[in-house]
């Protein structure tokens, strides 16, 4: 169990650092990770504005999310301070900043990610942000 843990964790490290280092620019990497069917959620759970921050069952589904990243925010930063493992899971604590491109208004805000893995793919994931901030964002 203890390999499969590294392996998780070592799959999480590359694809934040390469999330960060692109600003957001290695969507298909993070799809990559992710079986055909998980369990996704964004604490927004689809905010008027940022529909596509919701729940999501399948892995197509999924590029609904990231694109609408890409399409409606422009990210400043993004650093993973620390990871938490045991067994199938993984949890990355840190921080980020993204500019909403409509409004210029930018959300800073700690984000706590959980990750569960079954044979080497993503299964569940669900990230923990300030809502108040992106909701203000949009307006």
Known sequence: MANESERNLALLKQAYKNWSDTLGGNADEW????????EFGSQAEGTK???YLTEYKTRDALKEYF???ARDWQMI???IDHFVTEGDRVVALGRCGWRYRKTGKVVWTKKADSWRFAGGKI?????YYDTAQVRDALA
């Open 31 to 38: 799809m990559s990770l992710c079986a055909d069917t998980l």
């Open 49 to 51: 504005g940022a529909e």
């Open 67 to 69: 694109a609408g990243l």
């Open 77 to 79: 930063e993004y650093a």
């Open 123 to 127: 299964v569940e994931f669900y990230e």
